[in-house]
């Protein structure tokens, strides 16, 4: 029972980290689009393709939080009086960042609007920084079982900064690829290869990353580096091949199959990690059978997540369908 | 009267407790209370939007779809910051409490579930809502907005079901401080679920439309005397007005549940000293050493209102043991509290009186100027009305987190300098809060001067013309 809503909890994870982690990327591209003329137009795509779809995306990350501390609730109060700084960042980026998107969407001037789109990407940077940290520390066993752990030193080692990193390197190369095939969707070719430029090197930077992620889990985490070579090896060199792959057909200009390879390798890096983990919820001491609430309550659990499967997916198709056909544009 | 010494006073924490408890609270009565306020618009203006859409649609009133449009453009700008501020909330009851959540999270936690599951509907099809404007089907676009309204009162309901829950918790068995079982429709259907919901469901929907109401005051005081005012006026006034007879007969309902299911919180509602029958109405005063100071008191009232007659006995604080009594301070807050909430909504009840009189006389949207100026100021003592409601809820729990299984300094996290974070926290939703009033000033001035809100969007390119069928007809400003 506690492993079925272990793996809810993960599902709502990897789609937190597709769905709004692409969105977070977006706001990083949105950072380094450059001045109000010269990033006029990557602005503007990002702000269409976004706009109508950002709520629902961000709602995963509450589904996770209410799964997490239903489910497992001793684990969420060890996480948050462990790693509350890196926590209370996350917040205060969601607070900036859709606060800022909104405003900025309604705000009239451009000085206005420049403010606002500051903060909504400086946030978008903050954020999935500070969620890789936290995942880094609680896969690293950082967070002790009974809460209260060291409030810097929890989250301020190798894994949890290579966490960080990765996570701000993945958003943007997750949103890179989805605004390329956007803009070739908007028959922009000049907007579809500066997107297939940042797809590419954010490609090769979390490439990168990852590669020097396996030393600095080799020296810092153990364990984890173990499971991850072993158990996990065989979605580690998945999510590598989807990588490469994806990499090719951005080469190429091909459009079939781009995001999904590139939704594939991620997907795949954080099965990797709960996989690894398994069956730990906290590092390698709390073990989800030994965190988890009463078999009522996950009962509930699952059947709100049954529910939520028969009126929020097809729900969800149909925004990103609208979405995607241009029907909810913004005007 | 309450000095600048009281107030000190009340400020600085008690010898036993802990040194986070004061700030975590503050930040806490904050932060929900910002976020409360959010709540109709997310809510219940939704679905005001979709009374003025149904009227444009039906009626072929352009003046009407042209209200539901901005309606829904400005409940967007809401809904994202209730949606932030409500994330926030869910980090705090991890960081700032989490006694309640470890011991707790397993029979309080799963509401929220439920909560996120009508949260996301809400968040989807408010974006199909908000964004389909011109580009989907009329009827099919007004359909996609029918979900917005009932999963905000579906979510509503899940959340006000976790916080009845600590006001009379059930369904659960403890071992050794532990949750063993958990029995869940016991939980959701708490003693006090049924009475919290539909009062705060209800005070959504007369916030919201007192809101509205009150936004197109003070244009027909100032002149703008037209069509589009007077039905924006007309459908956001008629809600709450209707609605507020049935308020003030569920609340009195509901004071009287609290009388029978949580008479330690009754005793602090009517500042009830000791137990006692023949006991007066206090109307305003306050609670020094155990004593009734400054109130107007009206015999036999308090016991009469309790249950109807002068030989009521009332339960007293003395009938609290004396560590977990709530101290005066809380019973004052609790006690002015609720009279603020009973004051301001007898206020907007006479207001709806006195519409349906004008209405009998005139027919017509009432011209008097008093009548419209008291208008003016409706939203606002409408909010009051609601910030004090839940002072009376949370306040008058204390000092319980969840009453007698859990006392609220146990409740609270250790770590970390909460005054700090409070004062981050404020800095940060006070900038939010000019932000979007901002924003919403800027989105009227647009709306003004060009009539029209296809502008140009951010850094965007001009806009595409559109179909003119789609168009709302010529406006009336």
């Given at each position: 029972m506690q492993d079925t809503v272990a793996i809810l909890l993960f599902v709502g994870v990897i789609a937190y980290a597709l769905l709004g982690g692409a969105d977070f990327g977006a706001g990083f591209w949105d950072l380094t689009a450059g001045g109000a003329e010269r990033g006029r137009r990557p602005r503007h795509l990002i702000d269409t393709s976004i706009g109508p779809v950002w709520e629902a995306n961000?709602?995963?990350?509450?589904?996770?939080?209410?799964?997490?501390?239903?489910?497992?609730?001793?684990?969420?109060?060890?996480?948050?009086?462990?790693?509350?700084?890196?926590?209370?960042?996350?917040?205060?980026?969601?607070?900036?960042?859709?606060?800022?998107?909104?405003?900025?969407?309604?705000?009239?001037?451009?000085?206005?609007?420049?403010?606002?789109?500051?903060?909504?990407?400086?946030?978008?940077?903050?954020?999935?920084?500070?969620?890789?940290?936290?995942?880094?520390?609680?896969?690293?066993?950082?967070?002790?079982?009974?809460?209260?752990?060291?409030?810097?030193?929890?989250?301020?080692?190798?894994?949890?900064?290579?966490?960080?990193?990765?996570?701000?390197?993945?958003?943007?190369?997750?949103?890179?690829?989805?605004?390329?095939?956007?803009a070739r969707r908007a028959d922009d070719p000049g907007l579809a290869r500066y997107?297939?430029?940042?797809?590419?090197?954010?490609?090769?930077?979390?490439?990168a990353v990852s590669v020097a992620g396996i030393f600095v889990l080799h020296s810092d985490a153990e364990r984890l580096f173990h499971d991850l070579s072993h158990v996990a090896l065989p979605l580690v060199i998945g999510a590598a091949v989807c990588g490469i792959a994806c990499m090719l057909l951005l080469l190429t200009d091909r459009r079939v199959l781009l995001r999904q390879t590139a939704a594939a390798a991620v997907a795949l890096v954080v099965c990797g990690w709960g996989?690894?983990?398994?069956?730990?919820?906290?590092?390698?001491?709390?073990?989800?059978?030994?965190?988890?609430?009463?078999?009522?309550?996950?009962?509930?659990?699952?059947?709100?997540?049954?529910?939520?499967?028969?009126?929020?997916?097809?729900?969800?198709?149909?925004?990103?369908?609208?979405?995607?056909?241009?029907r909810l544009t913004i005007h | 009267m309450l000095t600048l010494d009281a107030v000190l006073n009340g400020l600085a924490t008690a010898a036993d407790e802990p040194a986070q408890l004061l700030p975590a609270r503050q930040q806490m009565a904050f932060t929900l209370g910002f976020h409360i306020i959010l709540v109709p618009f997310g809510v219940a203006l939704t679905s005001l939007t979709l009374i003025a859409h149904y009227r444009g649609l039906r009626r072929g009133d352009s003046t009407a779809l042209l209200l539901a449009r901005r309606w829904s453009k400005a409940a967007a700008v809401l809904f994202a910051v209730g949606a932030v501020t409500g994330t926030v909330l869910t980090f705090e009851l991890g960081v700032l409490w989490p006694g309640l959540m470890g011991t707790y999270g397993a029979a309080f936690g799963f509401p929220f579930s439920i909560e996120g599951l009508f949260f996301f509907l809400e968040a989807i099809f408010v974006s199909i809502y908000i964004y389909g404007w011109n580009r989907l089907p009329p009827w099919g676009h007004f359909w996609t907005g029918v979900p917005v309204s009932l999963s905000g009162i579906g979510g509503t309901a899940s959340v006000v079901a976790a916080n009845s829950w600590m006001n009379?918790?059930?369904?659960?068995?403890?071992?050794?401080?532990?949750?063993?079982?958990?029995?869940?429709?016991?939980?959701?259907?708490?003693?006090?679920?049924?009475?919290?919901?539909?009062?705060?469901?209800?005070?959504?929907?007369?916030?919201?439309?007192?809101?509205?109401?009150?936004?197109?005051?003070?244009g027909l005081l100032r002149g703008?005397?037209?069509?589009?005012?007077?039905?924006?006026?007309?459908?956001?006034f008629v809600t709450a007005a209707c609605l507020m007879p049935i308020q003030l007969f569920v609340g009195d309902t509901l004071a009287r549940d609290v009388f029978n299911d949580e008479p330690a919180k009754f005793a602090a509602i009517e500042m009830v000293p000791t137990t006692d029958d023949h006991v007066p109405e206090t109307l305003g005063g306050v609670l020094i050493d155990g004593e009734v100071r400054y109130g107007w008191q009206i015999p036999d009232?308090?016991?009469?209102?309790?249950?109807?007659?002068?030989?009521?006995?009332?339960?007293?604080?003395?009938?609290?043991?004396?560590?977990?009594?709530?101290?005066?301070?809380?019973?004052?807050?609790?006690?002015?509290?609720?009279?603020v909430m009973v004051g301001t909504g007898t206020l907007l009840a006479l207001l709806a009186a006195w519409f349906a009189w004008l209405w009998y006389r005139h027919r017509q949207v009432p011209r008097n100027r008093w009548f419209l100026r008291a208008c003016a100021v409706s939203g606002l003592v409408a909010v009051i009305c609601l910030e004090s409601g839940w002072v009376v809820t949370e306040v008058g729990r204390q000092p319980w987190t969840v009453v007698g299984l859990l006392l609220t300094k146990d409740a609270v996290t250790t770590e970390g300098n909460i005054w700090a974070l409070f004062a981050c926290v404020l800095a940060l939703y006070c900038a939010v809060a000019a932000a979007a009033i901002w924003v919403l000033r800027s989105m009227r001035r647009r709306w003004r001067a060009e009539g029209d809100d296809n502008v140009t969007v951010p850094y965007g390119p001009a806009p595409e013309p559109e179909p003119v069928a789609a168009r709302p007809g010529p406006r009336e400003q």
């Amino acid at each position: 029972m506690q492993d079925t809503v272990a793996i809810l909890l993960f599902v709502g994870v990897i789609a937190y980290a597709l769905l709004g982690g692409a969105d977070f990327g977006a706001g990083f591209w949105d950072l380094t689009a450059g001045g109000a003329e010269r990033g006029r137009r990557p602005r503007h795509l990002i702000d269409t393709s976004i706009g109508p779809v950002w709520e629902a995306n961000h709602t995963w990350l509450i589904y996770c939080l209410v799964i997490l501390w239903s489910g497992f609730p001793t684990a969420f109060t060890a996480i948050t009086t462990t790693l509350y700084l890196p926590l209370i960042l996350a917040g205060l980026g969601i607070v900036l960042r859709g606060a800022a998107f909104a405003f900025r969407h309604n705000a009239m001037r451009t000085p206005e609007q420049r403010l606002y789109g500051a903060l909504f990407a400086v946030s978008s940077v903050l954020t999935p920084y500070s969620f890789g940290a936290i995942a880094g520390a609680i896969a690293s066993g950082r967070v002790p079982t009974g809460g209260n752990g060291n409030a810097v030193a929890g989250w301020n080692h190798p894994t949890s900064h290579l966490g960080g990193i990765l996570a701000v390197v993945v958003c943007a190369y997750l949103a890179a690829v989805y605004l390329h095939v956007e803009a070739r969707r908007a028959d922009d070719p000049g907007l579809a290869r500066y997107f297939r430029d940042r797809g590419l090197a954010a490609g090769v930077a979390a490439g990168a990353v990852s590669v020097a992620g396996i030393f600095v889990l080799h020296s810092d985490a153990e364990r984890l580096f173990h499971d991850l070579s072993h158990v996990a090896l065989p979605l580690v060199i998945g999510a590598a091949v989807c990588g490469i792959a994806c990499m090719l057909l951005l080469l190429t200009d091909r459009r079939v199959l781009l995001r999904q390879t590139a939704a594939a390798a991620v997907a795949l890096v954080v099965c990797g990690w709960g996989v690894a983990q398994y069956p730990y919820l906290l590092g390698t001491h709390l073990t989800l059978d030994e965190a988890a609430s009463p078999r009522a309550t996950l009962q509930v659990l699952i059947v709100v997540a049954c529910v939520a499967g028969v009126t929020v997916l097809p729900s969800l198709i149909l925004l990103f369908r609208l979405a995607g056909r241009g029907r909810l544009t913004i005007h | 009267m309450l000095t600048l010494d009281a107030v000190l006073n009340g400020l600085a924490t008690a010898a036993d407790e802990p040194a986070q408890l004061l700030p975590a609270r503050q930040q806490m009565a904050f932060t929900l209370g910002f976020h409360i306020i959010l709540v109709p618009f997310g809510v219940a203006l939704t679905s005001l939007t979709l009374i003025a859409h149904y009227r444009g649609l039906r009626r072929g009133d352009s003046t009407a779809l042209l209200l539901a449009r901005r309606w829904s453009k400005a409940a967007a700008v809401l809904f994202a910051v209730g949606a932030v501020t409500g994330t926030v909330l869910t980090f705090e009851l991890g960081v700032l409490w989490p006694g309640l959540m470890g011991t707790y999270g397993a029979a309080f936690g799963f509401p929220f579930s439920i909560e996120g599951l009508f949260f996301f509907l809400e968040a989807i099809f408010v974006s199909i809502y908000i964004y389909g404007w011109n580009r989907l089907p009329p009827w099919g676009h007004f359909w996609t907005g029918v979900p917005v309204s009932l999963s905000g009162i579906g979510g509503t309901a899940s959340v006000v079901a976790a916080n009845s829950w600590m006001n009379q918790p059930g369904g659960i068995t403890m071992r050794d401080g532990k949750v063993v079982d958990v029995r869940p429709s016991e939980v959701f259907f708490n003693g006090a679920f049924w009475g919290e919901t539909i009062h705060m469901l209800l005070a959504a929907y007369i916030v919201a439309g007192f809101t509205v109401a009150s936004v197109y005051a003070v244009g027909l005081l100032r002149g703008r005397d037209n069509g589009y005012h007077r039905t924006g006026f007309l459908i956001g006034f008629v809600t709450a007005a209707c609605l507020m007879p049935i308020q003030l007969f569920v609340g009195d309902t509901l004071a009287r549940d609290v009388f029978n299911d949580e008479p330690a919180k009754f005793a602090a509602i009517e500042m009830v000293p000791t137990t006692d029958d023949h006991v007066p109405e206090t109307l305003g005063g306050v609670l020094i050493d155990g004593e009734v100071r400054y109130g107007w008191q009206i015999p036999d009232l308090g016991s009469i209102l309790a249950d109807f007659s002068p030989s009521t006995t009332i339960k007293g604080l003395d009938a609290i043991p004396a560590d977990v009594r709530p101290s005066d301070r809380t019973v004052s807050i609790v006690h002015l509290a609720f009279d603020v909430m009973v004051g301001t909504g007898t206020l907007l009840a006479l207001l709806a009186a006195w519409f349906a009189w004008l209405w009998y006389r005139h027919r017509q949207v009432p011209r008097n100027r008093w009548f419209l100026r008291a208008c003016a100021v409706s939203g606002l003592v409408a909010v009051i009305c609601l910030e004090s409601g839940w002072v009376v809820t949370e306040v008058g729990r204390q000092p319980w987190t969840v009453v007698g299984l859990l006392l609220t300094k146990d409740a609270v996290t250790t770590e970390g300098n909460i005054w700090a974070l409070f004062a981050c926290v404020l800095a940060l939703y006070c900038a939010v809060a000019a932000a979007a009033i901002w924003v919403l000033r800027s989105m009227r001035r647009r709306w003004r001067a060009e009539g029209d809100d296809n502008v140009t969007v951010p850094y965007g390119p001009a806009p595409e013309p559109e179909p003119v069928a789609a168009r709302p007809g010529p406006r009336e400003q």
